[in-house]
């Protein structure tokens, strides 16, 4: 027993004396217990508030302008397929005291029509600049090396929130000669880092009267409530209440400087994730599949086979046998269909009780990415798939 004992790291010092008076089963117990203890599995990961939940009201806006590019190395629109680039350069050059003729064909190929979009962030302010996409919408080759002009921003509501302009940093590159062109990654669109000043500030009210709402990521009442518990252990009973499965109403202090501090602690706040709704989600243009841990399969027989199509054509020519006879050479197409069916055999799935059985026992079916689309939305029907079936 006392090998034991020091074989498990015993951290105390127990005199002799005492040591003699413990019975042997007292002892017994005690090594048991300290066994089991070490082998104890270990409590998953907490998440924070903050991972996994939002303050309702603290949100982003979607902000839309329309914009030239200029100075594009004859890689712009071409004004006969895009009118409104010629349009818009009309408009523009007449505000800017330049006056074009009525009816004059302007062949620019320098200039780009864009649309240009921007998230303006929560608590926003006039003066500070964010980041702006630009995207060709005419029949542009390459806005590489182009400088968008002074683009308003709008929102949703009309009013303009913004004001874009620079030079445009595209990711790819690409090159033409003699009929031949090479391209890498997209030239049609680009970004420019902290292009738009914010003109006008969006007011964000994200409490009334101290009640502030979280509103979490996903729908599961097992979350809400693990989110309370966390919240009142946190900050005291009746700190936290959840409404339904996703929105959790909290009691906060009054005073606009606290209610920072307040939330600050709040999204600190350590929450156990239960565990996650089974779900299958099917690739069906990549024949990808991916399952989470809470997948298991009852047990089933599964028989499949590949059944292919396979489409030959030849063409044969045919020629006169005697020359001046009047004939011609004959051009015929020989086509051919053939279809192969390969035999199946039944496969008996086991009953699972986690992701690694599950993997197994389908890597056992030997059956390719297609097929186990099928094999899964079957297994689905037959009742033997223990999750939810997403096809997207």
């Not at 030239?68 to 680039?85: A, I, M, N």
């Not at 649309?115 to 542009?140: C, E, H, I, K, Y």
């Not at 990654?185 to 880092?193: A, C, V």
């Not at 069916?341 to 799935?349: C, V």
């Amino acid at each position: 027993m006392h090998a034991l004992l020091v074989g498990l790291s015993l951290r105390c010092v127990i005199p002799s004396a005492v040591w003699r008076r413990v019975p042997a089963c007292a002892a017994a117990c005690l090594a048991a217990l300290l066994l089991a203890s070490s082998f104890a599995p270990e409590v998953r990961a907490a998440e924070r508030i903050k991972d996994i939940a939002s303050i309702q009201g603290v949100r982003a806006n979607q902000l839309v302008g329309y914009g030239l590019v200029v100075g594009l190395d004859g890689s712009g629109d071409q004004v006969r397929q895009s009118p409104f680039t010629q349009q818009s350069l009309t408009n523009m050059l007449s505000q800017l005291g330049v006056t074009v003729p009525q009816g004059t064909n302007m062949q620019i190929k320098n200039v780009a029509a864009v649309m240009v979009t921007a998230r303006l962030p929560a608590f926003a302010r006039p003066g500070q600049s964010m980041d702006v996409v630009v995207s060709s919408m005419g029949n542009a080759k390459s806005l590489r090396g182009g400088t968008l002009l002074m683009t308003p921003l709008k929102g949703a509501d009309g009013q303009v929130y913004a004001i874009a302009q620079g030079n445009l940093l595209v990711g790819g590159a690409g090159a033409q000669a003699g009929g031949s062109s090479v391209q890498v990654n997209q030239l049609n669109g680009g970004i420019i880092s902290n292009g738009a000043i914010i003109e006008r500030a969006v007011p964000t009210a994200f409490t009334q009267d101290g009640r502030i709402h979280l509103e979490l990521n996903t729908t599961d009442f097992g979350l809400t409530q693990n989110v309370v518990a966390a919240l009142d252990k946190e900050f005291g009973p009746g700190t936290a209440v959840a409404l339904d499965g996703r929105v959790v109403a909290l009691r906060g202090p009054l005073d606009l400087t606290e209610q920072t501090r307040f939330l600050s602690r709040v999204e600190q706040v350590q929450v156990n994730l239960p565990p996650a709704r089974a779900k299958v989600i099917i690739n069906a243009r990549t024949g990808s599949v991916v399952m989470n841990r809470t997948v298991t399969i009852e047990e089933a027989a599964i028989a499949y086979g590949n059944l292919s199509v396979v489409i030959s054509s030849q063409q044969q020519v045919s020629q006169p046998t005697t020359p001046f006879g009047g004939g011609r050479t004959v051009v015929s197409e020989n086509t051919q269909i053939e279809m192969r069916s390969d035999s199946g055999t039944i496969h008996r799935l086991r009953t699972s009780a986690n992701l690694a059985d599950v993997v197994k026992a389908l890597n056992a079916l030997g059956a390719t990415p297609q097929d186990l689309l099928s094999i899964l939305q079957t297994l689905k029907s037959a009742g033997a798939l223990r999750a939810d079936l997403e096809i997207i």
